[in-house]
């Protein structure tokens, strides 16, 4: 990876994209199942606990600062797909005959940066020699600080849903698809849970998963999640950074200073067999993606 020197960074030039250079596509209104719209933004009332340590820290995120981010993706093509459990699908692939990544966004995402997000990572995996195709996973992230504790009950619904997504499609190990999973930040939480639900529940597994940032707790992923990791995925690799401002200061503030996997990976406690941590130079939470700065070659690197 390319280590960012500076701390404003001119945004990647857009590069003129060829729709000819995705696999075939098509456009379905709706996804084989729908996750009704008030399961997924479940969590309001709930929300509300917890609040005094995500209070202390909004003010600072409004104000700039660390939470400024100077790694913005070009716009996505209106061509490029997504997959949104309660809106339906937009060019989502017919099929993953040469590959699939499905990127998953983080916090506080909406569909569009999601997109730009996806666009972005896949745009590079293409550049370096990528055959297959890509698309953005949407999910309810919340639309401000205060729905953390919202968005991470989300998390585990969109997870579930995405699993069965896959199974499915047969988009698996097991139906011969070569299926790379790419998630940032609180995206770690949706494809964790997807893992769970597509090794418990359908006997089934993807290809890689790349946790880039990844918001949740190092003990979960080596605990809890350990036998989802080692059953659900052939390999899990985490891209972290200890020179992350939002994973070092805001995620231990609102986790009770508990650790996040992204931060210097499992610090402590058990490790799946089929995990790799990486450190990165990474100095911001939105930089994972970035084209020229980011760590989309390294993760290209390992499919």
């Known amino acids: 990876m390319t280590q960012d020197n500076s701390a404003d960074v001119a945004d990647s030039t857009a590069i003129a994209d060829d729709q000819d250079d995705t696999d075939s596509i098509e ?6 199942a729908q996750m009704s719209r008030r399961k997924l933004l479940k969590g309001t009332a709930s929300a509300a606990v917890g609040m005094t340590g995500l209070s202390a820290i909004s003010g600072t995120a409004a104000a700039g600062g660390w939470g400024t981010c100077h ?13 949104d459990p309660v809106n339906g699908a937009h060019n989502v692939p017919a099929h993953a005959n040469n590959g ?3 990127y998953i966004h983080g916090f506080q995402t909406g569909r569009q940066r999601a997109v730009d997000d996806g666009h972005e990572v896949w745009r590079h995996l293409r550049d370096l020699g ?3 195709a890509c698309f953005s996973f949407s999910w309810a992230a919340g639309n401000g600080i205060n729905d953390w504790w919202a968005a991470k009950g989300n998390a585990v619904d969109a997870g579930k849903w995405l699993a069965d997504y896959l199974n499915g499609r047969g988009w698996t190990t097991q139906d011969a698809k070569n299926i790379d999973i790419v998630c940032h930040s609180l995206g770690a939480k949706v494809a964790l849970e997807c ?3 597509l090794c418990r529940n359908h006997g089934k597994s993807v290809h890689t998963v790349h946790l880039l940032g990844g918001a949740v707790h190092d003990r979960d992923v080596g605990g809890t999640y350990r036998p989802d990791v080692e059953g659900g995925c052939g390999w899990m690799h985490n891209w972290h950074s200890a020179s992350d401002p939002v994973l070092s200061q805001v995620y231990r ?4 200073g508990k650790w996040p996997v992204g931060f210097k990976g ?16 990474m100095k911001q939470h939105c930089q994972y993606m970035d084209y020229k700065y ?8 390992l499919f």
């Open 130 to 132: 990528y055959p297959g």
């Open 195 to 197: 893992l769970r639900v």
């Open 266 to 281: 499992i610090a402590s406690g058990p490790v799946p067999n089929n995990y790799t941590d990486h450190a990165t130079g």
């Open 100 to 102: 699939l990544t499905v």
């Open 294 to 301: 980011g760590v989309v070659r390294d993760v290209y690197n």
């Open 253 to 256: 503030s609102v986790e009770g």
């Open 27 to 32: 456009e379905t209104s709706n996804p084989t």
């Open 71 to 83: 790694h913005v993706p070009p716009s996505a093509p209106s061509w490029f797909g997504y997959l």
